[in-house]
């Protein structure tokens, strides 16, 4: 008898402990400007520790509801994020956006889709999401353990192509797709009214970019100049805090601009992907976090897609 009250103890603090665990996290938003917020994510990479939140959430507050930008990498995010809305307004969430087909984006979708509001992204996001999904999904349980429990996957509900405008009350909102960049589906929102660019993962800054093969370096700095060419009197990058054009062009545009044009000088002189990975200097960007762990990769990435860009 005292065996089986002791497994019955032990199990009720497995199963209470984690529920205790996952009702602890507590979202911070900063505000922006009026109405306008963003959850500042971990720089480093998606650990335990940070609960996969190693990029930035946002909501913005209109005149009759709210719209949120990103869902965290799992259903306990999601969760969080809605608490800190609900203490800062009342008013309905109309609209969900994913700014493109990272786990970090979108697995914490199904809380929302459960409370019946639309979740929107870019058709070709929505492609990624449903081929990358399951191991997205395996990669988080994985990870975060306990922490990911409840999280399924959850597609948009809705998606587009070039721009979609939608309305808070008097609140306007543009989603904006400039082409294949960090990944093939990313969009922007951008707020007109306030002149606020959300540049998700077009904008890096404090930490080093990632060149990763579902997106497209040339197409990057091009998408990066449209969403520049709005004039944004304040940019929420999908990584680092709130900043300039100023600050975004040296961290993101600088960065992906000096690897493209290091690449084509070794691709002039027949040299080879080892020539390029090992001799380019990118000491210049090393001041941003993750410098080591990516700067080599940066570099193998894109000298291969421009080998494939010259055939």
Do not use: C
Not at 31 to 37: E, K, M, N, Q, S
Not at 88 to 112: C, D, E, M, R
Not at 135 to 143: D, E, M, N
Request: glycine share 8%; hydrophobic share 45%.
């Amino acid at each position: 008898m005292q065996i089986l009250t002791r497994m019955l103890l032990i199990t009720w603090l497995m199963l209470f402990g984690q529920i205790a665990l996952a009702a602890d996290l507590q979202l911070k938003p900063v505000r922006i400007a009026p109405d306008v917020y963003a959850v500042i994510g971990d720089l480093g990479t998606q650990t335990y520790a940070n609960e996969g939140l190693n990029n930035n959430l946002g909501f913005v507050v209109g005149t009759d509801g709210v719209l949120v930008i990103n869902t965290g990498p799992s259903t306990h995010v999601a969760r969080a994020l809605h608490d800190a809305i609900k203490k800062i307004t009342p008013f309905p969430i109309k609209f969900v956006v994913n700014i493109n087909a990272q786990n970090h984006n979108w697995l914490g979708n199904s809380y929302f889709q459960q409370l019946s509001i639309p979740i929107i992204a870019h058709a070709e996001a929505n492609r990624l999401m449903q081929e990358l999904g399951a191991g997205q999904l395996q990669f988080a349980r994985t990870t975060y353990k306990e922490k990911a429990e409840g999280t399924a996957l959850a597609f948009p509900s809705e998606t587009f192509t070039e721009r979609r405008i939608l309305h808070l009350g008097k609140t306007e909102v543009q989603l904006l797709h400039f082409g294949s960049a960090h990944t093939s589906g990313d969009i922007a929102l951008w707020l007109p009214q306030q002149k606020i660019l959300f540049g998700g993962d077009l904008v890096f800054t404090e930490r080093l970019l990632a060149v990763i093969p579902v997106g497209n370096s040339g197409g990057w700095i091009k998408a990066f100049d449209q969403a520049m060419a709005l004039k944004p009197s304040i940019i929420v990058p999908g990584h680092g805090k709130a900043t300039d054009v100023k600050t975004a062009t040296r961290d993101t545009r600088d960065y992906l601009a000096h690897l493209r044009n290091s690449a084509q000088a070794v691709l002039a002189k027949n040299g080879s992907l080892q020539d390029a990975v090992e001799k380019t200097d990118q000491s210049k960007f090393k001041y941003l976090l993750n410098f080591e762990l990516l700067a080599k990769r940066n570099m193998n990435q894109v000298f291969t897609e421009m080998e494939q860009e010259s055939f």
